[in-house]
T-cell receptor, first 113, second 114 residues
Framework: GDSVTQMEGPVTLSEEAFLTINCTYT??????LFWYVQYPGEGLQLLLK?????DKGSNKGFEATYRKETTSFHLEKGSVQVSDSAVYFC????????????FGKGTKLSVKP | DAGVTQSPTHLIKTRGQQVTLRCSPK?????VSWYQQALGQGPQFIFQ???????QRGNFPDRFSGHQFPNYSSELNVNALLLGDSALYLC?????????????FGPGTRLTVT
């Protein structure tokens, strides 16, 4: 079945460092891809999305490009802040009229001042 | 504009008991999905409700059941609770006409089974 694999954490960076969190997927169809962020004690917030190959999702300085040839959707940010400390989840929608989301296990990011 | 709301925030139950969790979708949304998030894991899909019917279901036993009301709000019921049911239960809502499968999540209900 469809699945998402993302890099194991935790990831610890200094403020203003460059961030990459790798995400690859397996899907039989043409899924939509998402990054969600979960701050401590909270639910999930949609960070960005891409619905077809070569689409680039972006929000709050974060970017990810839907790469069909490598089945990847890596999350990047040029300069992280302490406030970016959270758990990041890569997810895909398995299609259908309102496809359910399939999540990776999450990557915890800690940014030190 | 109120987002997705869930109640209660926290709940402690004993093995074998039954529990009901509630969710109100974001204004304008008509579809509700439920997810279980165990500690340190990604959310796992339980089921989805649309037009008051279960439209999709994940790999969860029949002990997990749900309901959607005419105002689109939803309940998740879990019978015969097991220790392994301890988790954060997330409700997500979406609009069937959006076409982008974009789901908005509530803050979750933390269920502890002792």
């Amino acid at each position: 079945g469809d699945s998402v694999t993302q890099m194991e954490g935790p990831v610890t960076l200094s403020e203003e460092a460059f961030l990459t969190i790798n995400c690859t997927y397996t899907a039989t169809g043409y899924p939509s891809l998402f990054w969600y962020v979960q701050y401590p004690g909270e639910g999930l917030q949609l960070l960005l999305k891409a619905t077809k190959a070569d689409d680039k999702g972006s929000n709050k300085g974060f970017e990810a490009t839907y790469r069909k040839e490598t089945t990847s959707f890596h999350l990047e940010k040029g300069s992280v802040q302490v406030s970016d400390s959270a758990v990041y989840f890569c997810a895909l929608s398995d299609g259908g009229s309102q496809g359910n989301l399939i999540f990776g296990k999450g990557t915890k990011l800690s940014v030190k001042p | 504009d109120a987002g997705v709301t869930q109640s209660p925030t926290h709940l402690i139950k004993t093995r074998g008991q039954q529990v009901t969790l509630r969710c109100s979708p974001k204004s304008g949304h008509d579809t509700v999905s439920w997810y279980q998030q165990a500690l340190g894991q990604g959310p796992q899909f339980i089921f989805q409700y649309y037009e008051e019917e279960e439209r999709q279901r994940g790999n969860f036993p029949d002990r997990f059941s749900g309901h959607q009301f005419p105002n689109y709000s939803s309940e998740l019921n879990v019978n015969a609770l097991l220790l392994g049911d301890s988790a954060l239960y997330l409700c997500a809502s979406s609009f069937s006409g959006s076409g982008a499968y974009e789901q908005y999540f509530g803050p979750g209900t933390r269920l502890t089974v002792t």
